[in-house]
């Protein structure tokens, strides 16, 4: 029990500064969505950040697990620090030099061919991320997580402070006259996306400068011999980090290449928003997953390790059908809002998203089996399967359905990635998860979801009461179940 609250505490530090983090940075979607920028222009701004995706796993190639798996097993720990980071800041130099020579030619190539600045802005966002990257890790690894809250906090508040600033702040000083000369100086008089791009890469200049310290310290030098064994092992996750990204953005991207020109860009922001209504899922995933990675390789070498990974097995997969079931009880009448009125057409594939990223935190969970025993290749092997049918899925189903295809594509990758995790996992390093009672709690929240859905009670009060009646009972259904359990393992600690 005091191993599982141990990473409940780091989860606790690494959520709370991912979730601040995230969820104000997800402030900015109705900031977006209220305001000017039309759907058009946020479907660019979506489109943009799915590429972005792509060119960070390429730069990183799996060196951040490397450096995890590494540290655990050679005794010089800034000998690994350093190889990788000057892994990672040799390459990146190498792409920025090239994406500033090509800026024109990608621009044209992705239909932006008068705008190559944002090719040329992004190229150093994500050279800033590749960079940062290792010094990110590291403070994980060492378990400085105050440090690492207040720098990703930080790169957050300066990115919103730099939106409101242009979408809000800059229109209503030149409406008013308000130092017209400064504001036409940095504002071209009406709200474009390229401003969004900008905060962003000023925020990401200033995180790498909070990390100057880190990013200096490379006095062991560059290991060569290391070097070839930490790529051995990460680059076949940098084809699993690859086809990870495919299944997690692709479909973002193809809505704009695989529906007619004049409504493309449109579908594509409306998908984009009411991805964002997912984030509630995503933000508790994605601050486990921080925490969770470094702590089940240190925790590998305990006789116990493989019950702890079935009591943390059980405890996430009650947290994310929580999660599931709050956000969908309460969909329509709180969290829907979040987005402007035009976007609220695609609700519909919120719940979907929602499963299909709570099937891509268990398969998070299932992960463990393949990075403990160095069989990396199968996490390829899994997400290229995924990626796979990510593609064929989303170029039969966008033509006719449009984000919806991309919707129900993404949940049918992440569920059967899911499955085949653990039934091969199961072969190579077999645990034995309770898969009955996380089919019970899973069950019962969908169940919950689709009575609800079925019923579409419409007078608001008693709408309420009845998705409140059935959060209550969730959470009862747990209480029983699980207490018991707790006890025995508090009493054990």
Not at 8 to 32: C, D, E, H, K, M
Not at 68 to 85: G, H, M, N
Not at 113 to 125: K, S, V
Not at 344 to 350: D, L, N, S
């Amino acid at each position: 029990m005091s191993k599982i609250r141990t990473l409940a505490g780091q989860t606790a530090i690494y959520g709370a500064s991912n979730i601040i983090a995230r969820f104000l940075n997800f402030l900015l979607v109705p900031l977006y969505t209220y305001s000017n920028l039309s759907r058009g222009e946020y479907g660019t701004n979506t489109e943009m950040y799915a590429l972005i995706a792509f060119v960070y796993v390429i730069l990183t190639y799996g060196m951040e697990t490397a450096y995890f798996r590494y540290i655990e097993i050679v005794d010089d720990r800034k000998k690994v620090y350093s190889t990788a980071l000057i892994s990672l800041i040799s390459t990146s130099v190498i792409f920025i030099f090239f994406t500033n020579i090509f800026s024109q030619q990608i621009a044209t190539w992705m239909h932006y061919p008068t705008h190559p600045e944002y090719i040329i802005w992004f190229g150093w966002i994500v050279t800033f991320d590749a960079i940062t990257a290792i010094p990110f890790t590291r403070l994980r690894a060492e378990n400085k997580a105050n440090r690492f809250a207040f720098i990703k906090v930080m790169n957050i508040a300066i990115c919103i402070a730099l939106n409101v600033f242009f979408i809000i702040i800059c229109p209503f000083m030149l409406k008013h006259g308000i130092f017209t000369n400064f504001v036409n100086a940095v504002f071209s008089g009406k709200v474009e996306v390229k401003y969004i791009f900008i905060s962003n890469l000023i925020a990401s200049g200033f995180t790498t400068l909070l990390l100057l310290k880190e990013l200096f310290d490379f006095r062991s030098g560059f290991d060569f011999n290391l070097w070839k064994k930490m790529m051995l092992y990460a680059l076949p996750l940098l084809l699993f980090g690859f086809a990870g990204v495919i299944n997690e953005t692709l479909d973002r991207v193809l809505i704009k290449y695989l529906l007619p020109e004049n409504i493309a860009l449109d579908q594509l922001g409306i998908y984009g928003a009411c991805y964002k209504i997912s984030i509630f899922m995503t933000l508790f995933i994605q601050a486990y997953k921080y925490a969770a990675e470094p702590f089940f390789f240190a925790q590998a070498k305990e006789s116990d390790a493989k019950q702890t990974y079935v009591d943390l097995m059980n405890y996430f997969i009650i947290i994310v059908s929580f999660i599931f079931l709050i956000t969908t009880m309460y969909l329509n009448d709180v969290f829907i809002y979040f987005i402007g009125r035009p976007y609220r057409v695609g609700a519909a594939v919120i719940p979907i998203l929602l499963l299909a990223n709570l099937c891509l935190g268990i398969y998070y969970n299932l992960s463990i089996w393949y990075k403990l025993t160095n069989k990396t290749i199968y996490g390829a092997y899994l997400s290229v399967f995924g990626a796979v049918v990510t593609l064929v899925l989303n170029f039969l189903w966008i033509p006719v359905y449009r984000y919806m295809g991309s919707a129900w594509a993404t949940l049918i990758c992440y569920f059967s990635m899911m499955v085949l995790s653990y039934f091969v996992g199961q072969k190579h390093f077999p645990i034995n998860y309770n898969i009955k009672k996380a089919l019970g709690y899973l069950g019962v929240a969908v169940m919950f979801y689709f009575i609800t859905y079925f019923l579409k009670l419409q007078i608001i009060y008693v709408r309420l009461s009845v998705h409140t009646i059935f959060v209550i009972l969730f959470i009862l259904m747990v209480i029983k179940i699980e207490k018991p359990q707790y006890l025995k393992l508090k009493v054990k600690s």
